[in-house]
């Protein structure tokens, strides 16, 4: 137990580098778990629990190699698990809810939100360490440096995981690559 | 055709990124020229690019306000804040099998987490009432121990380094003993260190809680050559509380310790009646109570009583989990 107490901070030192931490990187976070769970309420709900579970191991914060890699990771982590929590429950009111959906959306919006659900789900099934650094990338515009920097991983890696990304989305979406071409207009106008 | 092999995908992504050196630019972009079929890869490539930005929801929170929300929920007591009411007995086993649910929550996380180094876990049980009922706990058998230890009622996991089926089951016998000894000072637990932890919430519902109990887990940490120490997280639910309750696992606390959860047990405060189950608990709901709470066994327990129906070490003891009350939930 002993052999532990000289890697603790002080408890006013990881308050105020907790607090860092927090501002650094919720923001960030938040729209990682936006991105899995569509969902803003409960994507803050999960990053606050994420970081309550660090605040209670403040002291250690520099012990982690990687403090924004363990956030990223965690908040994943439990973004997948409520996913699939919320999954199983769905399976009991599936056929509830499919009579309430209303198709009442245009054809060219249909294939749209089609294409936009095959783009998220290939999103979603990406590996863990993938997702997080095209997250980085496509959301934050961080460079590969920053990304390696933030992660605690290599230029190399970010590159190789970046690439391996897209040729993922590519090799699945690529039936649908038509389509994207048409729509990319429309897309682009109806975000704007 | 040489030079199109030479070009990647990581490479027409760096150019597509912006990351690409002079050279790799020029390189892409001869590459580019040579071909309809070049230029469409890249495009392919590019569109999705640009799609799956434009799919991205962005976040508009605030991390200053969202700063201020987190220090409101770190100032909220650890034990419970809801209020709940009390109703029919023999519920209060309810609390002990949630809290019996939530030990194994942290023991799951253990299980799950992908790292080979020590680390800490913690669970956390929140936002669900939690309720246990008066009654007496009866139920005892050479795993599954019930005895008076005076006024308190625990929940005690225990843990130790090994799990070796003599070992386990002699404990269990030992933690009674250990429980009337100590149960009124638990030792705190100091031992988080490693945060590579896969943390979870449990949600826990059970119901009325009819008299204090408090919730004690503990552990035994050996680390390197030391002796193994006994560390103990204790809550307390007054009546009628539910809320939160917290707990520290202490698995995989740093590479040179070692804890494991082999043992729990529950008392209550106002008789002072303890369980004691470990995973040789022989009634098999017992056994599989245990083994869901420890992590060996995964998905959902669907739980309204904890039956603990004799006081002596037989078997053929019931510890049922009864839908008819059925309050208690792991999720």
């Known amino acids: ?192 | 055709m040489k030079r199109e092999r030479q070009i990647s995908d990581e490479l027409l992504v760096k150019y597509l990124l912006g990351e690409a050196s002079e050279t790799e630019l020029s390189d892409v972009k001869g590459w580019m020229g040579e071909s309809a079929e070049n230029k469409d890869r890249f495009d392919s490539f590019r569109l999705i690019w640009e799609q799956s930005r434009l799919l991205a929801a962005g976040s508009t929170i605030d991390a200053d306000d969202a700063w201020a929300r987190f220090k409101q929920r770190r100032q909220q007591p650890a034990a419970a804040t809801k209020q709940i009411p009390l109703q029919t007995p023999y519920r209060w086993v309810k609390i002990a099998a949630a809290l019996l649910l939530l030990a194994g929550g942290g023991w799951l996380a253990y299980f799950q987490a992908s790292y080979p180094k020590p680390e800490t876990i913690s669970g956390v049980v929140k936002e669900k009432p939690i309720v246990a009922a008066p009654g007496i706990p009866k139920y005892a058998d050479s795993h599954v121990n019930v005895k008076n230890a005076g006024v308190k009622t625990q929940v005690i996991a225990k843990s130790d380094i090994k799990k070796s089926s003599d070992e386990v089951s002699e404990r269990s016998l030992h933690r009674v003993s250990y429980m009337s000894k100590k149960s009124t000072k638990p030792v705190k637990n100091y031992y988080s260190k490693a945060l590579y932890s896969t943390s979870r919430t449990k949600g826990f519902i059970c119901n009325s809680t009819p008299c204090p109990i408090e919730i004690c887990i503990t552990q035994s940490v050996k680390c390197r050559h030391d002796r193994s120490t006994p560390i103990s997280t204790c809550n307390v639910l007054e009546p009628d509380q539910s809320g939160k309750l917290h707990y520290t696992a202490l698995n995989k606390i740093s590479r040179h310790c070692k804890a494991t959860i082999d043992e729990i047990t529950i008392t209550m405060i106002s008789t002072g009646e303890t369980i004691v189950l470990n995973d040789h608990s022989t009634p098999s709901t017992a056994q599989n109570f245990f083994n869901h709470i420890t992590g060996k066994k995964k998905g959902e327990v669907y739980a309204g009583v904890f039956h603990s129906d004799c006081n002596n070490e037989t078997d053929n003891c019931g510890l049922t989990f009864d839908s008819n009350y059925g309050n208690l939930i792991l999720q």
């Open chain 1, 1 to 192: 137990m002993d052999d532990t107490a000289g890697f603790r901070l002080t408890n006013a030192d990881a308050s105020a580098l907790f607090e860092n931490v927090f501002k650094t990187y919720f923001k960030s976070l938040h729209t990682y778990a936006c991105s899995i769970l569509k969902d803003g309420a409960m994507a803050e709900e999960i990053v606050q629990q994420v970081f309550y579970k660090l605040w209670e191991k403040k002291e250690q914060l520099q012990l982690l190699q990687s403090v924004p890699a363990y956030l990223y990771r965690s908040v994943h982590n439990e973004c997948l698990n409520y996913v699939k929590h919320t999954k199983v429950k769905a399976k009991h009111h599936a056929h509830t809810l499919y009579a309430q959906q209303e198709p009442d959306e245009t054809t060219d919006q249909a294939t749209l939100k089609e294409l936009q659900q095959k783009i998220d789900s290939a999103i979603n099934d990406l590996p863990e360490q993938c997702r997080t650094i095209f997250q980085l990338s496509r959301f934050e515009d961080l460079k590969y440096r920053e990304i390696a920097d933030r992660l605690g991983i290599s230029v190399k890696t970010v590159e190789n995981q970046v690439g391996k990304a897209l040729r993922t989305l590519r090799n699945k979406l690529v039936e649908y690559l038509p389509v994207l071409f048409l729509l990319f207009i429309n897309v682009k106008n109806l975000v704007k």
